[in-house]
């Protein structure tokens, strides 16, 4: 089932949806499926400003554009799919961003795309399903590397031992960037299930089954896109 942003539900005249496995791309959305930009992502930090429906923007994990009717999304599996919105829906954005792309500053460089006298506060952000730090261990040189980016308390970057929490570093650096609101959706992609199994397409889950039998299936063209349009 999809699920929605009670923020930016409430900005007039934009869709949006965060996909799973069961619906990849969130039914509101698919009208616009052709109108989506051509982009690979790459764990960078490039955002590209869109202006016409399917236009070709290279290797890109962000793009935004104030056109109504070009959907923007992201392909995620674990990394953080994160929606923006103007709060008066007339330009909307989306990154998607794994610990890479959130260690070399994807968010601060959307940030950096909404230039004066627009500007972070008059935007919105939701923080879509990822990795949760119930099931997200990496190592401790990586904890480390966060914990020396960021002037945020270590039991919010690292929760666990050896366990990063994405969304919650995306969220304080929304909110240090000065977005007006950010929601966190708070979906794990790695344990979450649903009535039919897993809930989402999870690629660390995915590493974990192909260890134990190499014949397990890919998980290409199973990953869950998010996005948005402006409508209005
Ligand atoms: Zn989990």
């Known amino acids: ?27 509101p959305l698919q009208p616009w499926l052709d109108t989506a930009p051509v982009k690979k992502q790459v764990h960078g930090i490039d955002i590209r400003r869109v202006y016409r429906p399917a236009e070709p923007c290279g290797e890109a994990d962000g ?17 953080l799919p994160i929606l923006f919105c103007r709060r008066d829906g007339k330009s909307i954005g989306v990154v998607h961003a794994g610990w ?30 990822s990795a949760g730090p119930c099931c997200y261990e990496v190592s401790e040189s990586l904890v480390e590397d966060f914990l020396q980016q960021l002037a945020i308390p270590a039991n919010i970057v690292r929760p666990r031992p050896l366990h990063l929490d994405l969304a919650a570093i995306a969220r304080h650096k929304l909110q240090a960037l000065g977005f007006q609101g950010v929601d966190v959706l708070r979906q794990c992609t790695i344990c979450g299930t649903a009535a039919g199994g897993h809930r989402y397409t999870s690629y660390r889950r995915f590493c974990r089954q192909r260890a134990i039998d190499p014949a397990y299936p890919s ?3 199973r990953n869950q896109h998010s996005g948005l349009v402006i409508t209005g």
């Open 63 to 79: 793009l935004i554009t104030s056109t109504p009717g070009i959907l923007l999304h992201v392909l995620t599996a674990d990394c």
């Open 1 to 27: 089932m999809t699920v929605y942003s009670r923020l930016i539900q409430n900005v007039a005249g934009v869709r949006h949806g965060f996909g799973d496995a069961a619906t990849l791309l969130p039914v």
């Open 219 to 221: 998980i290409s063209g």
């Open 100 to 129: 890479r792309g959130l260690l070399a500053g994807i968010v601060e460089a959307f940030a950096a795309q909404l230039a004066y006298p627009d500007g972070p506060a008059n935007w919105v952000a939701a923080i879509g399903p």
